[in-house]
T-cell receptor, first 112, second 114 residues
Framework: GESVGLHLPTLSVQEGDNSIINCAYS??????FIWYKQESGKGPQFIID?????DKRQGQRVTVLLNKTVKHLSLQIAATQPGDSAVYFC???????????FGTGTRLQVTL | NAGVMQNPRHLVRRRGQEARLRCSPM?????VYWYRQLPEEGLKFMVY????????ESGMPKERFSAEFPKEGPSILRIQQVVRGDSAAYFC????????????FGPGTRLTVL
């Protein structure tokens, strides 16, 4: 079935290093992708999104890369900080259906 | 500039009772979505509503669950005769339009069924 999944459930990174969180999706009709950050006890917080007509998009300290050939999405966080510790979800949308399909999440742990 | 508001933040119900979860979208947003999250899992879509209309309820269980978004007031997710398996975090999101407009999430309601 259609799904969005993540390769690693937990990622441990030292403060100051760069983090890369990966996501695989299987629905080739997906044309909109979003990364959310969820801290414990809170709702998902929008980080960055990308549409299928792009392969890279940059924000403040974050970059999202989209490889449609292999149906892969990644989130890069530069100079990771303790405040970046959270669970990160990728989500996808086909554009014709407004509902988001979420992956299971990757927990990012930032060590000092 | 208030974000998406949800209340209550925590709700405890005994089996067989009813649960009502409320969501007020961001100002200017007319599209509301409800998602459910079990511990250590991703969010699962339940229902998508616009004012006075249910657009997509493909993720909603056929029995005991209903949702509305009236012309005035918040969107309501209603769960009748709750069971322990209904225990989860329920998140509401809103967007200015549908399709690929960014969805912004509220803080969630954590439902515990005893």
């Amino acid at each position: 079935g259609e799904s969005v999944g993540l390769h690693l459930p937990t990622l441990s990174v030292q403060e100051g290093d760069n983090s890369i969180i990966n996501c695989a999706y299987s629905n080739s009709a997906s044309d909109y992708f979003i990364w959310y950050k969820q801290e414990s006890g809170k709702g998902p917080q929008f980080i960055i999104d990308i549409r299928s007509n792009m392969d890279k998009r940059q924000g403040q300290r974050v970059t999202v890369l989209l490889n449609k050939t292999v149906k892969h999405l990644s989130l890069q966080i530069a100079a990771t900080q303790p405040g970046d510790s959270a669970v990160y979800f990728c989500a996808e949308n086909t554009g014709t259906a407004s509902k988001l399909t979420f992956g299971t999440g990757t927990r990012l742990q930032v060590t000092l | 500039n208030a974000g998406v508001m949800q209340n209550p933040r925590h709700l405890v119900r005994r089996r067989g009772q009813e649960a009502r979860l409320r969501c007020s979208p961001m100002k200017g947003h007319s599209h509301v979505y409800w998602y459910r999250q079990l511990p250590e899992e991703g969010l699962k879509f339940m229902v998508y509503l616009q004012k006075e209309n249910i657009i997509d309820e493909s993720g909603m269980p056929k029995e005991r669950f209903s949702a509305e978004f009236p012309k005035e007031g918040p969107s309501i997710l209603r769960i009748q005769q709750v069971v322990r398996g209904d225990s989860a975090a329920y998140f509401c999101a809103s967007s200015p339009g549908g399709a690929t407009d960014t969805q912004y999430f509220g803080p969630g309601t954590r439902l515990t069924v005893l």
